[in-house]
């Protein structure tokens, strides 16, 4: 155990913990858009910015999900510096996704109310990899990458057009921060609309009721790396006792 | 130039073989695929993901991101054209545009007849022969809008 101040107050913590995770669990709160506890942190929003002074004095401004917490660490979320370097990170997330509710409140919420750069729509997706990280490690199937790079940089299946590892399961859609991918379920059909490609899939219905539950693609994927017999995956969480 | 399945089978294969389809040199197997068969064919990349079991979507990323990898077929030739700070103040712009215009095909495409590919540098570290054009990996230095046409002439 290491202890540290957050804006003043003296705390506890894991040595190596990262510096969001101990503010949250202190119950101080930091923006961010990209960081989930169900994945490692990536640092792309930069919106989690924290100014830190170590114990040997040296002092700087760290995206503070990537930022492990050490003995005499100072961490100070909010001044108006931070608040400054948030409100330039916000304007162009703003501009980048102007139609994006979550950026719109962020923002409102940052007191940035209309983007000071020449917005450009590029969809919702802020390219936090997320998705990526969900897929990849929740998952386990990566179907999803980050592609190309710079200005064209994307979330994509591989070649725009190949889901064959995907198994429809919907955490990208779930985790996704800003809504960039959606998910649809119809008529024994679902539909995983990403910036670049939409997708369908079968589903399977339940054998008592007869809603469609679950993707075919995900029950063969269940029952063939976990040794579950498909047969388990006849009934749906409601029909069983 | 197409490639069969064969034989990308093959030479990725042999590529794997090389490195002991050990994951960490993904790059280097993608860019001794690229040299063998000239690009790397979306085939290609389903080879080296099942052989080093490293899921398509990065392998696809991986390609993606760097510059040097083509996913596309390229021509016999291949142009590089320096933009980089030195060739550009003197003149790189007028001679990529003299290049494109003798070829008719943009940076980053190939010609319809495969004789041309044509990409740009910035900086290949030979400054003081600026502006500088690389054919085949061969330099020409000190290069003039009107030697663009005899020299693109010297290659079928």
Known sequence: ?241 | MTIDAEQIRDKVGSVLDKYQRDKGMLVSILQDTQAALGYLARESLLEVSAGLEVPLSQVYSVASFFRAFSLKPRGRHLIDVCLGTACHVRGAVGILEAIERETGIKSGDTSEDMRFSLETVNCVGACALGPIVIVDGKYEGEMKIDRVKPLLASYD
């Open chain 1, 1 to 241: 155990m290491v202890t540290l101040t957050i804006d003043g107050r003296t705390v506890q913590a894991e040595e190596g913990a990262m510096a969001l995770d101990v503010a949250q669990e202190k119950g101080i709160y930091i923006p961010t858009l990209c960081a989930h506890e169900s994945v490692t942190p990536y640092g792309a929003c930069r919106l989690c910015l924290v100014e830190v002074k170590t114990a040997a004095g040296r002092e700087r401004l760290v995206t503070s999900c990537l930022y492990p917490v050490e003995e005499g660490l100072e961490v100070i979320t909010n001044s108006e510096r931070i608040l400054r370097n948030r409100q330039t990170i916000i304007d162009l997330l703003l501009a980048r996704c102007p139609e994006s509710t979550v950026i719109q409140d962020m923002a409102r919420e940052l007191g940035v109310e209309k983007s000071s750069y020449h917005p450009e729509d590029h969809g919702n997706c802020i390219l936090c990899a997320l998705c990526v990280r969900a897929c990849q490690e929740v998952v386990g199937v990566s179907a999803i990458s980050l592609v190309n790079r710079g200005v064209e940089r994307e979330m994509a299946i591989p070649f725009f057009d190949d889901s064959t590892a995907c198994i429809a399961c919907g955490s990208c859609s779930y985790i996704c921060p800003t809504s960039a991918i959606t998910m649809e379920d119809s008529g024994g059909v679902r539909t995983i609309r990403m910036p670049n490609n939409e997708t369908e899939f079968e589903m399977v219905p339940c054998k008592v009721c007869g809603n469609y539950w679950m993707p075919r693609k995900q029950v063969d994927y269940i029952s063939r790396t976990k040794g579950i017999e498909p047969e388990f995956f006849d009934l749906c969480t409601t029909c069983r006792d």
